[in-house]
């Protein structure tokens, strides 16, 4: 809410970089909502989240829809930071705001079909076959589908984009270093992006890979619930927890930082008085 407030009330907002990040807090906005809802209901009636029901299909329909658009979110940002670097010297193409409105309807497209498919039918509500045993009523088949390739895209294209601009940024420092100018500039953003790659690489590691371990779990366990209860469900809500971290993470990497929040805000303050220029995040 703070990134969405601060993004919002200032002159920011109409940067593409700028449309992204707002999508990224939305997404991970919706995310905490509905794992406080998931919370909930584990609270009020344990059974419900453990045995599966009806009632628990609409929550995790938002949940998976939310950190679906939060991958997809995090995707959209490394490209357009990598083409902002590498088309930065060339006229031909620039990330327009029009550009980062369509990603983020597409971002949201997808992840809404994605991951209403257990609303739609794919649910294993009314049956005992291949039932998930950490996420009932969902089916470990529709599990497998929505996990696997969007790990893959978590992991895989960040680490190309991230890779490809720490390496232009290196080719030009040493172009530059070459003619006799100074490289100050670019070493410092080389080790800028080298520091902010790693972060998001030990946050998406950290979490979601339990996650995936947990759904490779399921697609391999043949136990039923009571023999599992209560050490695997102890380690569900672990990685719920590790996913509402990625969250509150996601605006500290991206958006804050924290020598510049204090500032942001302050200026905020002024903001309707004096309309002093907030200084860009």
């Given at each position: 809410?703070t990134v969405?407030?601060?993004?919002?009330?200032?002159?920011?907002?109409?940067?593409?970089?700028?449309?992204?990040?707002?999508?990224?807090?939305?997404?991970?906005?919706?995310?905490?909502?509905?794992?406080f809802?998931?919370?909930?209901?584990f609270?009020?009636?344990?059974?419900?989240?453990?045995?599966?029901?009806?009632?628990?299909?609409?929550p995790?329909?938002?949940?998976?829809?939310?950190?679906?658009?939060?991958?997809?979110?995090?995707?959209?940002?490394?490209?357009?930071?990598?083409?902002?670097v590498?088309?930065?010297?060339?006229?031909?193409?620039r990330?327009?705001r029009?550009?980062?409105?369509?990603?983020?309807?597409?971002?949201?497209?997808?992840?809404?079909?994605?991951?209403?498919?257990?609303?739609?039918?794919?649910?294993c509500?009314?049956?005992?076959?291949?039932?998930?045993?950490?996420?009932?009523?969902f089916?470990?088949?529709?599990?497998?589908?929505?996990?696997?390739?969007?790990?893959?895209?978590?992991?895989?294209?960040?680490?190309?984009?991230?890779?490809?601009?720490?390496?232009?940024?290196?080719?030009?420092?040493?172009?530059?270093?070459?003619?006799g100018?100074?490289?100050?500039?670019?070493?410092?953003?080389?080790?800028?992006?080298?520091?902010?790659?790693?972060?998001?690489?030990?946050?998406?590691?950290?979490?979601?890979?339990?996650?995936?371990?947990?759904?490779?779990?399921?697609?391999?366990?043949?136990?039923?619930?009571?023999?599992?209860?209560?050490?695997?469900y102890?380690?569900?809500?672990?990685?719920?927890?590790?996913?509402?971290?990625?969250?509150?993470?996601?605006?500290?990497?991206?958006?804050?930082?924290?020598?510049?929040?204090?500032?942001?805000?302050?200026?905020?303050?002024?903001?309707?008085?004096?309309?002093?220029?907030a200084?860009?995040?």
């Open positions: 809410c969405i407030f601060t993004r919002m009330a200032t002159k920011d907002l109409h940067k593409p970089i700028s449309i992204l990040f707002c999508n990224l807090a939305l997404s991970d906005l919706l995310t905490s909502f509905s794992g809802w998931i919370s909930m209901l609270i009020t009636n344990p059974d419900v989240t453990i045995f599966g029901s009806e009632d628990m299909l609409a995790y329909a938002l949940y998976t829809m939310s950190i679906l658009s939060t991958i997809y979110n995090l995707v959209s940002i490394g490209i357009e930071r990598y083409l902002a590498a088309e930065s010297m060339r006229t031909r193409f990330v327009a029009n550009h980062s409105i369509a990603v983020v309807l597409i971002n949201w497209v997808l992840a809404f079909f994605l991951g209403c498919l257990p609303l739609m039918g794919w649910n509500l009314h049956t005992e076959k291949n039932l998930s045993v950490l996420y009932s009523p089916c470990v088949d529709y599990l497998i589908f929505i996990a696997i390739p969007n790990v893959v895209v978590a992991f895989i294209i960040p680490l190309f984009t991230y890779l490809r601009i720490i390496i232009i940024l290196r080719k030009r420092k040493l172009r530059m270093k070459a003619c100018q100074a490289t100050g500039t670019y070493k410092s953003a080389e080790i800028q992006v080298a520091r902010t790659s790693i972060f998001i690489w030990l946050l998406a590691l950290i979490s979601y890979a339990p996650f995936f371990a947990g759904v490779i779990f399921d697609a391999t366990n043949h136990q039923c619930h009571t023999d599992l209860y209560p050490g695997i102890i380690f569900r809500n672990c990685t719920a927890m590790l996913i509402t971290m990625n969250c509150l993470g996601n605006p500290i990497i991206y958006t804050l930082k924290v020598k510049t929040l204090g500032a942001k805000l302050k200026a905020l303050k002024c903001l309707s008085t004096n309309r002093v220029r200084c860009t995040i």
